[in-house]
T-cell receptor
Framework: DSGVTQTPKHLITATGQRVTLRCSPR?????VYWYQQSLDQGLQFLIQ???????AKGNILERFSAQQFPDLHSELNLSSLELGDSALYFC??????????????FGDGTRLSIL | GESVGLHLPTLSVQEGDNSIINCAYS??????FIWYKQESGKGPQFIID?????DKRQGQRVTVLLNKTVKHLSLQIAATQPGDSAVYFC????????????FGKGTKLSVIP
């Protein structure tokens, strides 16, 4: 158990809809990272928050947004969903602000299926 | 990051043998590397990490080797067990203040009992 909690585990919805994925980092970790894992793209970094502030942005679509709350949990919002958004979405956390010397610990993901 | 794709490299190993999983990275400025193990239905699990000022690091039954000259990373698993069957990913941080990890193509390890 990594200590990172993601809910829900599975989400099935339709095109055009909006969903919210939730992540609670490990106790003591201030950084939260979101990744998308699909069969044809592997693990892709989306966005990082550190102590409530956006820290880094990766391949995140404009239809997607995230935030980190004062209690350090984070939410990833996906809107105007398309079939191609079907994927596993992972949250990871680390103690500090950077990835240069700290491992990220991953949750078990949310499987999003768009019908 | 590289694409995993549907055609994941596969390594089949007899139980009890040693396994070696390889990873080539592209950024010579990368200064931190991590190996992750991902089992079906689970998230990537941290195994071991290494900084660029080292060329070898050992953990419990695992050893990571880093060759910066040829930009190559390997994970050695001693006395491979059925529970080691999973997909293994290497990840690199490109340094220079970068906050993100770039994941390489995974390798599927299958342990034959």
């Amino acid at each position: 158990d990594s200590g990172v909690t993601q809910t829900p585990k599975h989400l099935i919805t339709a095109t055009g809809q909006r969903v919210t994925l939730r992540c609670s980092p490990r106790s003591g970790d201030l950084s939260v990272y979101w990744y998308q894992q699909s069969l044809d793209q592997g693990l892709q970094f989306l966005i990082q928050y550190y102590n409530g502030e956006e820290r880094a942005k990766g391949n995140i679509l404009e239809r997607f947004s995230a935030q980190q709350f004062p209690d350090l949990h984070s939410e990833l919002n996906l809107s105007s969903l398309e079939l191609g958004d079907s994927a596993l979405y992972f949250c990871a956390s680390s103690v500090g602000p950077g990835a240069s010397n700290q491992p990220q610990h991953f949750g078990d993901g949310t499987r999003l299926s768009i019908l | 990051g590289e694409s995993v794709g549907l055609h994941l490299p596969t390594l089949s190993v007899q139980e009890g043998d040693n396994s070696i999983i390889n990873c080539a990275y592209s950024n010579s400025a990368s200064d931190y590397f991590i190996w992750y193990k991902q089992e079906s239905g689970k998230g990537p699990q941290f195994i071991i990490d290494i900084r660029s000022n080292m060329d070898k690091r050992q953990g419990q039954r695992v050893t990571v080797l880093l060759n910066k000259t040829v930009k190559h990373l390997s994970l050695q698993i001693a006395a491979t067990q059925p529970g080691d069957s999973a997909v293994y990913f290497c990840a690199e941080n490109s340094g220079a203040g970068s906050y993100q990890l770039t994941f390489g193509k995974g390798t599927k390890l299958s342990v034959i009992p």
